[in-house]
């Protein structure tokens, strides 16, 4: 038996989908994959990508695996979010040099992006700080689109729906037509989100009152920043870099 979510989008260009399974279900039939974390890997992304830099996806359950992989590929690990150096806080990439590979490890965005890889399907990585340029990207593949929402996970791993990740891929939604239910209703809430003030919303989730607690306010605000950037990272040769086109 397929699985439902499948069967219930199925004829709708614009598909939304949450988390591993996400990608699984969409990968099967939709001709670009956009995964969005907002909190943080793909601004993260968007930043090094801005900047001309490249980002390695890596998945978070195996950090010898990551090193390894890392170090095969020549590309500079992230450190710890609350180094000196570049990680996966967004601020921390600001400064971030024209051609550095960053390896950059995380249990939601990356994770999924290397599912997404293995899949072999085309994907973009977007965010609010991206979302019109990645929705007109996406709008030139021949075929349906997938916007995977990360979440968050609980202690337990399993998937915790996260607000700002339905806001951020209702954004890139919001530009496009043909949406199923679940892209409709994601592009609702971005809209109310950016009538309080995406700002405000974002402060208000839980991964944002998280960032916040920590001293991170300036990773939201960026994060919070829609349209700021025209970067498109693409995934090419295992690596989120420069733009694509469908």
Do not use: K
């Not at 956009?34 to 793909?42: Q, T, Y």
């Amino acid at each position: 038996m397929e699985p439902r979510s499948e069967h219930r989008q199925r004829g709708y260009r614009v598909r939304l989908e949450w988390g591993p399974h996400g990608v699984e279900v969409l990968a099967a039939d939709c001709a670009v994959l956009v995964v969005v974390d907002v909190l943080s890997f793909c601004t993260s992304v968007d930043i090094a990508v801005g900047r001309g830099a490249a980002v390695l996806p890596q998945r978070d359950h195996d950090p010898a695996a990551a090193e390894a992989e890392a170090e095969r590929a020549g590309a500079v690990p992230a450190g710890r979010r609350d180094g000196p150096g570049p990680s996966l806080r967004p601020s921390s990439l600001l400064g971030l040099a024209a051609g550095t590979t960053l390896a950059l490890r995380s249990p939601n965005g990356a994770t999924l992006c290397a599912a997404a890889a293995a899949a072999g399907v085309p994907l973009l990585a977007g965010c609010l700080r991206n979302a019109g340029a990645v929705a007109a990207a996406a709008d030139r593949f021949d075929g349906p689109v997938g916007l995977v929402a990360a979440g968050e996970r609980w202690p337990d791993g399993t998937l915790r729906v996260a607000v700002e990740d339905a806001v951020g891929a209702g954004a890139i939604a919001a530009r496009l037509r043909d949406r199923s239910t679940e892209a409709d209703l994601a592009a609702a809430q971005f809209a109310a989100a950016r009538a309080r003030g995406l700002l405000d919303v974002l402060a208000a989730t839980s991964s944002g009152r998280e960032l916040l607690a920590d001293g991170y306010g300036a990773d939201v605000a960026l994060a919070a920043a829609l349209d700021a950037s025209r970067a498109v990272p693409a995934l090419t040769g295992g690596l989120l870099a420069g733009s694509v086109r469908g």
